[in-house]
């Protein structure tokens, strides 16, 4: 965990992942509009600051993925989405969670930035122009398959 500055500075990697009886799954949105996917540059912590991902978060207890996913997108960017078909193979975060991603379109509501630090809708090759070092570790991997799911449409 020492070789993963997130773990350190991340509150959840602190608590169990095994025994706090919460899911272990994160959700993360690939909202697509078009020929553009929205990417929100994340606040905290310090080691991922000012890097950017795509918005979500964990599964609550009860929830589906998808409503996980609702509910994120509503608390993080304040709009109203629909999910869809999952993107990208999962990945295992250093804290013991897997992270899922989903496609997503929006449904209602204008995207903003309430708890990112900003969020900006990437063409494909907008995020082919990214340095991989502005991108959250874990969401890296992605952007391939990201690029592919906007070419598409
Ligand atoms: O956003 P939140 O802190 O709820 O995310 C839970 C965990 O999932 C954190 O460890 C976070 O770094 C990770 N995460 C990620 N990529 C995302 C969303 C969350 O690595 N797109």
Known sequence: A???????????????????????????????????????????????????????????????????????????????????????TPVALPNGLTLHAYRARLRSGTPAALEHLEMRWFTAAELRALDAEDVVPADRGWIPDLCRALEET
């Not at 020492?2 to 992942?17: D, H």
């Not at 600051?49 to 997108?73: C, D, N, S, Y």
């Open 2 to 88: 020492a070789a993963n500055p997130e773990s350190a500075a991340n509150p959840e990697a602190a608590a169990n992942p095994e025994s706090d009886g919460r899911p272990r799954d994160v959700v993360a949105a690939a909202v697509i509009d078009r020929d553009r996917v929205l990417l929100a540059q994340r606040a905290h912590p310090a080691a991922l600051a000012g890097k950017w991902e795509l918005p979500g978060g964990r599964v609550e207890a009860g929830e589906t993925h998808a409503q996980a996913l609702v509910r994120e997108i509503r608390e993080e960017l304040g709009a109203e989405v629909e999910a869809g078909d999952g993107i990208g």
